[in-house]
């Protein structure tokens, strides 16, 4: 397989099939814009574990680099900056952040491409339960694998948090800035928690709950299941301490806003993507809810605040120019 072909993969052509398939989802209000979508996936777990384990380490391995602080204390710094003590740095999961690579079994790339199709038909009916949210889906940074193993978790965080903080005069203003444009993440169980060590099978896992503490409200993983919620300080969240088993995901974002290379953001058209995970422009999502909502099944009552029922104008010059055009034609029109 082309290793270029599968960075450019594209989101699926939404047509009367997936808009069946769309409607036809079963949809789960947790609360505060959480939203389960059910037995979505069929995981061949089997397989993917496989995988994962055998790639996991190595991995984790090349996230970090250590320093020795003014203590003696020995630390380490992962991939955004962030400092951990080595014992934190033991309690975090393991992240394979580029899961599709040269070195990727073809296999496992179409795994990963079918988990992203999947994705998208959930995020248009995610969309659809919230349609104020579809302007504000630019690109989407495609998924990254985490792996838990017991005694692992993650503490309650927001995916909006830079970590930026003004204190006694002085602005400490991160560098990188990609967490600010995050709008929705997206998750992926790839297996099931269960609530007793007695129920272990060697494929699930005791703990690993995704919960909500502002909102309170969890999420118990299961197979196939994907989960879609806000990043903001609303959505803060974590996952509970893994007990037993090994808990399997798979995560990714959809984002807003330009480039901005001097805070660390560049965003790629899809055909020069370099890498899986590169922050990558979404042109197909406005069209493809568009198609969806004028699908001979879809009840347009009640729809008014609805983006793709308003007449909005378009922005920027072509935007403008568009719309003078309309405007003229409309005025003939009426001469």
Request: proline letters at 4%; hydrophobic letters at 30%; aromatic letters at 12%.
């Amino acid at each position: 397989m082309n290793i270029f072909h599968a960075y450019s993969h594209a989101a699926p052509t939404i047509g009367a099939d997936e808009i069946l398939e769309i409607e036809n989802l079963k949809v789960t209000h947790i609360g505060g814009g959480v939203v389960r979508f059910s037995n979505v996936v069929n995981i061949d777990f089997p397989r993917v574990s496989q995988w994962i384990d055998e790639n996991g380490k190595t991995s984790h391995e090349q996230r970090w680099t250590y320093g020795i602080d003014e203590i003696g204390e020995r630390y380490a710094i992962n991939e955004d900056g962030n400092k951990f003590s080595i014992e934190h740095q033991n309690e975090v999961p393991v992240r394979v952040l580029a899961p599709v690579t040269e070195n990727t079994d073809e296999d496992m790339i179409t795994i990963f491409k079918s988990w992203e199709d999947s994705i998208y038909k959930c995020l248009i009916r995610y969309i659809d339960e919230y349609p104020l949210i579809v302007n504000t889906l630019w690109w989407r940074s495609r998924g990254h694998i985490l792996r838990y193993s017991p005694g692992h978790f993650l503490g309650v965080h927001n995916d909006n948090d830079s970590n930026y903080r003004a204190t006694e005069g002085k602005r400490y203003v991160p560098k990188g800035q990609m967490q600010m444009r995050q709008v929705i993440a997206v998750m992926l169980y790839i297996n099931d928690g269960v609530d007793s060590k007695e129920k272990l099978d060697g494929t699930n896992f005791v703990g690993g709950e995704l919960y909500f503490p502002y909102l309170g409200i969890e999420s118990v993983p299961h197979r196939g299941d994907i989960v879609i919620f806000p990043t903001n300080y609303i959505a803060s969240h974590g996952v509970k301490t893994v007990t037993d088993g090994i808990r399997y995901a798979y995560l990714e974002f959809y984002s807003q806003g330009n480039s901005d290379e001097s805070v660390c953001i560049n965003v790629a058209e899809l055909d020069d993507c370099e890498d899986w995970c590169r922050p990558h422009w979404m042109d197909t999502i406005y069209d493809d809810y568009h198609k969806y909502c004028a699908s001979g099944n879809y009840d347009k009552s009640g729809q008014s605040y609805n983006p793709a029922f308003q007449n909005r104008p378009l922005e920027g010059d072509e935007g403008h120019r568009q719309s003078l055009k309309l405007a003229q034609e409309k005025l003939l029109s009426q001469q």
